[in-house]
């Protein structure tokens, strides 16, 4: 029988390329969403609202969750396009992880002329009312990795149910098809946390029947609080044979419990998101893998988006439907680390 790539899962620089070839087709689905109100004659989108005239400072901000690896990353790749143009004042705001200071920081980018509103909701539905506002007012929003109930200018996330799906196939075939798994999680009510256990749980079901989903505890997304779930969910299974963090910070956490109890090695750790720090414990064969996913690009193309919303003078009313990118992925282990470049590491 004959042997073909494309049938074998995608590994080493192959994949990392491959991967990259797939953004301009994601942008171009957004773009289609984004521009749904079209001139028929002359094929360009409807302005209404001129968002950038000759000499005026066009203001785009970045409300996030609250500091971390992640939303940096993002604010650096915004930051890199956006420094490109000469009219576009940037900056980043702190959500303190509070749904009212999102709240209010939102209000007060609407009362002082932003254009663009970058955000990492909290809440995806606490923050509709906020968004509605901003769209009454001609503004675009641009969420990151956590959607909205209210539909808005664009959406750019990780892939993180199918990723998800695809670390458990990765997972099991390094566990031999067998043993018993832990999911260190989030806390409820967050939709990227349902994404990334759902995928888990259901490719695991698919892919290996004969691993067995032990616990699934929260760890709040931190390294420590990781540290101290595993300790209690091993005094109760010491036989595990893997750990599953929902995030790269509680992966890194269960591979500080594994060397200070003798386990690298015997258990298998996968992360999610893709972190320089993650990349690093794979490359000193600590951590087994992760989900990555170039964030800096991330950020790129939402800001790319916004410039074309601020400075093509198209109104955030324009949108016949929400424009959304879903980012391409790898799953990063020892086999295929190296081929991820200094620069694509955030």
Known sequence: MAHHDDDQPMTGRRAVLKALTLAPAAAAGASAGMFGSI??????????????????????????????TVPNAWSQGIAEVLGTQNVIDYELLDGQGKVEVQVSLMDTLINDGTSVIFLQPIDSVALAPSI?????????????????????????????????????????????????????NAPPGIIIRDQRTNGFVEGMAKHHPG??????????????????????????????????????????????????KGLLGKMVIFGNDGEKDALASIEASELTGTQYTDVFQQGRFAAAAATVLATGLVSADAFGQQGRVLMPYLIATADNVGQIQPNQRW
Do not use: C
């Not at 609202?49 to 609250?66: L, N």
């Open 132 to 184: 509605a506002k901003a769209k009454r007012e001609g503004i675009a929003v641009i969420t990151l990795n956590i959607d909205a109930t209210e539909p808005h200018a664009a959406h750019v996330e990780m892939n993180h149910y199918y990723g998800a799906m695809e670390i458990a196939r990765v997972m099991g075939e390094k566990m031999g098809g067998a043993g018993k798994v832990a999911i260190l």
């Open 39 to 68: 001139d028929v004659k002359t094929g360009r989108p409807i302005m209404t609202r001129a968002a950038a005239q000759d000499g005026e400072r066009v203001k785009m901000a970045f409300i996030q969750w609250m500091p971390h």
């Open 211 to 260: 691993i067995e989903i032990v616990a699934d505890q929260v760890a709040d997304w931190d390294r420590k609080k990781a540290q101290d779930v595993l300790n209690t969910i091993l005094a109760a299974t010491p036989d595990l044979g893997g750990v599953y963090g929902v995030n790269d910070s509680m992966a890194l956490g269960a591979v500080d419990v594994a060397k200070e």
